[in-house]
């Protein structure tokens, strides 16, 4: 992609989101645009991103066995009334034309149990696992922190259905595995921690994932031996580590960015889910639930990484894997190697406008691209190579160039 025909550009005003680390330098690096407060526009930028997360969370759960589908954003009032949930205050309200009520979904337990429902019907159908990626709506009453509290926000939200028990825990903690795998391919393998939070009417607990950073607006405790924490909900009753009995937590502030469940029966219940079970009876089908927020990734990826110049993506979900500078003198060396990255199918974006040396630089560290390469008449034959998590630079030959690139690249 060159940079000079891209929609979306760098700007130095962030005014119209600067409550959030992220939301300001992610509209700053022309990678959101801000609709209304709590909704975003993403540009080529930000959509490239949004999708490598979406995609890494995609393959997991396809890897765990869970099916993707697409439910409906909205549904009928009555699903809700159903389940005794009208009333969530959260939920933002339609009207259609034909007097019905409708309502934006902030999550599908109401959706999917029903779905379910109609081709599940015997224990030979046991288990099953679906998930989705799709926008959900929250009627928020302070939508002020970037990406991080929207009202409209990409999540994954896989559900399962199980005979017994004993099978939902079992499929638990696979999940809790698929998890930590999946933030570990993000970049995120050092900051996450498993957080024990209250489990509800059918577990003692649930989990959620919790990235520790300054602005998180959770408070969790962390035990230091075992690398897990305990959520504020639960530290009145449980205030030693549930895994090794330690008293001396640490008080940390963090962001969610997942969360496990066991539902229970709560849902089947009240949709009258029985499936048949080996002999015959009519038994209730017990669920869990397993979300992911993927737009909230995102603002957390850059309230984690970034430094007083911009953005540092992790390799594995930066927009392109290569920004390439043009200066003087150097736009035709320049061409060359953005078809040969091009062909080599390297991901590059090359700032090919007649700017400033020092504003392309600057440019480069405020989208934070992790390989930064630049052409110029000095560098002859070579090419200035610079990490955008490092301080220096060098001048090396291209193939070298290529040769750390793809090793970077490589460990997608
Ligand atoms: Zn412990």
């Not at 921690?193 to 602005?215: I, N």
């Not at 639960?234 to 539902?263: H, M, R, Y």
């Not at 930066?318 to 991901?347: C, M, N, T, W």
């Amino acid at each position: 992609m060159k940079y000079s025909q891209m929609l979306g550009r760098t700007t130095k005003n962030a005014s119209a989101d600067n409550a959030s680390i992220n939301g300001q330098l992610l509209t700053r690096a022309g990678f959101i645009s801000k609709q209304i407060s709590g909704v975003y526009n993403y540009l080529p930028l930000g959509l490239k991103t949004l999708n490598k997360i979406t995609q890494i969370v995609r393959q997991e759960m396809d890897r765990a066995g869970a099916q993707e589908v697409l439910m409906p954003a909205m549904t009928g009032l009555e699903s809700w009334t159903i389940t005794n949930r009208q009333n969530m205050d959260v939920l933002f309200h339609l009207e259609g034309r034909d007097d019905s009520h409708l309502v934006l979904n902030p999550t599908h337990e109401e959706v999917v149990t029903p779905l379910v429902q109609q081709t599940v019907l015997s224990y030979r159908d046991l288990p099953k696992a679906v998930f989705q990626i799709q926008n959900k709506f929250r009627n928020e009453p302070r939508a002020k922190s970037g990406l991080l509290r929207g009202r409209e926000f990409l999540m994954k939200d896989l559900y399962s259905f199980h005979q017994d028990q004993a099978d939902l825990d079992a499929y638990y903690e696979k999940m809790k595995q698929v998890y930590f795998k999946v933030y570990e391919r993000l970049g995120l393998k050092d900051v996450t921690l498993l957080t024990f939070a209250s489990g509800g009417a059918f577990s003692k607990y649930s989990h959620e994932f919790q990235l520790l950073s300054e602005v998180g607006e959770d408070t969790i405790f962390v035990c230091e031996n075992c690398k897990i924490a305990i959520n504020k909900e639960i530290i009145a009753d449980q205030s030693i580590c549930p895994e090794c009995g330690n008293t001396n937590l640490v008080s940390k502030q963090a962001i969610e960015v997942g969360n496990i469940f066991k539902l229970g029966t709560r849902f089947s219940e009240a949709f009258n889910f029985h499936y048949t079970s080996e002999n015959g009876e009519a038994k209730l089908i017990i669920m869990g639930c397993y979300g992911i927020g993927i737009s909230r990734l995102m603002g957390t990826i850059v309230e984690i990484f970034h430094d007083d110049k911009g953005i540092i993506w992790p390799d594995q979900i930066a927009p392109f894997s290569v920004h390439l500078i043009s200066l003087p003198g150097g736009e035709e060396k320049a061409e060359q190697l953005y078809r040969q990255l091009q062909d080599l199918q390297i991901e590059v974006l090359w700032d090919d406008r007649k700017e400033s040396a020092g504003t392309k630089f600057a440019d480069a560290d405020l989208i934070g691209i992790p390989t930064r390469l630049v052409i110029s008449a000095r560098t002859g034959e070579n090419v200035e190579y610079k990490r955008r998590n490092e301080e220096t630079s060098e001048v090396i030959s291209t193939e070298e160039a290529i040769n750390r690139i793809k090793t970077h690249v490589s460990k997608l």
